[in-house]
């Protein structure tokens, strides 16, 4: 197999330097290494790289791999370990504490925060490390097992490494203000999330940690969000789950029966039609008026055809489908 090119280091290096990079950019930084090819147009080529490079790295036990951002359906690309031991601990720069205190964020997030995939800041703070060290000697009792770097674990403590670990894009604070997972617990803990009995994306089969539920309570199917609104885009697509329930319409979701209606383009009326119906419109309305009015106050020929004039000339200044040609043409009329 012939070496990885300087293409293949740029792009690695980019990653391993930056950490994960959304689709946008890594795709930029693509097409700028291989003479402006858009990996849109040049699949393949973008396909095979990415090949080439994985192949090298499986060595390592390392993959670059993309991975979805579940809380806005963002696409990343990043460079994960395969390997999860104690060794592999020990290229993290957080501490036995640190990596409890993840940990025990990381269940309360997939487990306890139900659909919404978020806890609230004074959760996080108050989320207990204790149970998340395992002591080998069961003879002892636990608490007097623990390290005392467990049981001294302050909540300054906790405050400064939950801050780090959203800074490191571990942890991500979602729209709403509250904690949820970063783009690199996506990446790196996808084969540990998929095996902790997290339920599975109805669409894309990914584990469900910021997903929408069936409105059926007896029905346990979970979509994502993103995956909703793909598997729904056509219009006439069927909205109903496996057991018959029609699913609601997301925030934000494009409502395909809104232009049902809408006339096709050649049905579309053309600007004089409508400039002629909005001046019938306006004289019928002076008429009517004018005959309601009785003898008395009934408008003279002459003052009853200034009025429609000017009624004509008002109708014509309004915005409408006539475009800029029937307005030189009123203009025209006008001065004549």
């Known amino acids: 197999m012939a070496p990885l090119s300087w293409r293949h280091h740029t792009l690695l290096q980019a990653l391993l330097s930056r950490g994960p990079l959304s689709e946008r950019d890594f795709h930029a930084l693509f097409s700028a290494i291989s003479g402006g090819k ?6 393949h ?7 080439k490079i994985n192949k090298e790295l499986a ?17 990343y690309y990043g460079v994960v370990n395969n390997i999860a031991d104690e060794e592999a601990k020990l290229g993290s720069k957080f501490s036995v504490p640190q990596i409890a205190f993840y940990k025990g964020l990381l269940e309360a997030i997939v487990h306890e925060a139900g659909n919404d995939g978020s806890i609230t800041n004074i959760d ?10 395992v002591i080998a000697d069961a003879s002892l009792g636990s608490q007097s097992r623990l390290p005392t770097s467990i049981t001294n674990f302050s909540l300054s403590q906790k405050e400064k490494t939950l801050n780090e670990l959203i800074q490191d894009r571990w942890l991500s604070y979602t729209s709403t203000g509250k904690i949820g997972l970063g783009i690199r617990s996506f990446l790196d803990l996808r084969s540990w999330l998929r095996s902790n009995d997290i339920p599975s994306c109805e669409v894309c089969n990914e584990a469900c940690i910021k997903a929408s539920s069936c409105p059926n309570e007896g029905c346990n199917v979970r979509i994502h969000g993103y995956c909703l609104k793909k598997k729904f885009s056509q219009r006439k697509a069927s909205r109903a789950c496996g057991c018959g329930t029609e699913w609601p319409r997301l925030e934000g979701e494009d409502d395909g029966a809104e232009d049902v209606n809408e006339p096709e383009e050649d049905q579309v009326p053309s600007a004089n039609q409508h400039s002629r119906t909005r001046r019938r419109g306006v004289k019928s309305e002076l008429v ?30 309004v915005p409408s489908a006539a475009g800029p040609s029937q307005s030189t043409r009123a203009s025209k009329r006008r001065k004549n």
Do not use: C, W
Not at 124 to 133: D, G, P, S
Not at 288 to 305: D, H, K, Q, Y
């Open 45 to 51: 080529l973008f396909n095979d790289t990415l090949l």
């Open 38 to 43: 858009n990996p849109a147009t040049h699949r």
């Open 288 to 317: 009517e008026e004018n005959e309601r009015a009785g003898p008395s106050a009934r408008m003279t020929r002459r003052s009853l055809r200034s009025s429609k004039a000017e009624a004509v000339e008002a109708a014509q200044e």
């Open 59 to 75: 060595y390592l036990q390392f993959e670059l791999r993309a991975g979805i951002n579940q809380y806005d359906g963002t696409v």
């Open 124 to 133: 996080a703070l108050n989320t207990r490390i204790e149970n998340q060290v």
